[in-house]
């Protein structure tokens, strides 16, 4: 991802977002480019907080799309009540049924037994979690550093790349691998209580959801910890990140 200053015809300043699709995303489906293009058109069209379009290209070895330029920034010391608005996004955004208009867009696929030598898992572990009670449409990775604010308030939610229709627990459990560090245990009850209270949510199936994000993220606690360092919060270590993430697994942060 690319931010481009350039010069209108007018002679106004503007900023505008280049978005490559990496080799990851294009092998998960080839057609990404195009999908996220009609994908933030759709949601722009309903009043979603994203990335306004502007032109793609899904023809080329590359494909590419460009964006406007989303005025906000990640929060790398993000205040609590933070967690409330993200919650009220996740279930905005679950409540689209995905229908006709949405037929572009890719079914979530299931993924891998989880496995770990770095989290302690249930011996029961009994996967995968059952079919959802309704599918809907999932961000993918919906994470502190894809939430951008202004004035204390969200702004917008950008990198949609891994869009796909399937079950909303998926992204609330990706999210809350994400909180239980980054915000704190009491944040990410916080935001699932919120979140439990519109939609629902099956206990037993969410904790299933949280092992397999908190196994994905568990062997790269060491660089996240590394990077948001950097940014400021020396609270964050690999042995933090890892203790709230096998909280998670043990289920200890329902709300």
Do not use: K
Request: aromatic share 8%; with cysteine.
């Amino acid at each position: 991802m690319s931010l481009l200053e350039i010069v209108c015809s007018d002679g106004r300043p503007a900023r505008i977002v280049l978005r490559r699709c990496g080799r990851a995303n294009l092998l998960a489906n080839p057609d990404t480019a195009d999908t996220e293009f009609r994908l933030l058109t759709h949601l722009a069209a309903l009043g979603y907080p994203v990335p306004r379009t502007l032109v793609h290209d899904p023809s080329c070895a590359a494909p590419w799309l460009l964006l406007d330029y989303s005025d906000g920034e990640p929060l790398w010391h993000p205040p609590e009540e933070h967690a409330l608005a993200m919650a009220g996004f996740l279930v905005d955004l679950h409540g689209i049924a995905p229908g006709e208009a949405l037929s572009f867009v890719p079914c979530q696929t299931m993924p891998d037994t989880p496995a770990s030598t770095l989290l302690d898992l249930p011996a029961d572990l009994d996967w995968p979690p059952g079919a959802p009670g309704a599918r809907r449409l999932l961000h993918g990775d919906f994470w502190t550093g894809n939430v951008l604010w202004r004035n204390g308030g969200l702004a917008a939610v950008i990198d949609w790349e891994d869009a796909v229709i399937g079950d909303p627990l998926t992204d609330l459990a990706i999210a809350r691998s994400n909180l239980v560090w980054t915000h704190g245990i009491r944040a990410c009850r916080t935001f699932t209580a919120h979140y439990r209270d519109a939609m629902g949510l099956d206990p037993y199936r969410l904790r299933l959801w949280d092992i397999h994000a908190a196994v994905t993220m568990a062997p790269h606690a060491g660089d996240y910890a590394a990077d948001w360092q950097d940014l400021g919060r020396m609270d964050l270590s690999e042995a933090v990140i890892l203790e709230r993430l096998q909280e998670l697994v043990d289920g200890a942060v329902m709300p």
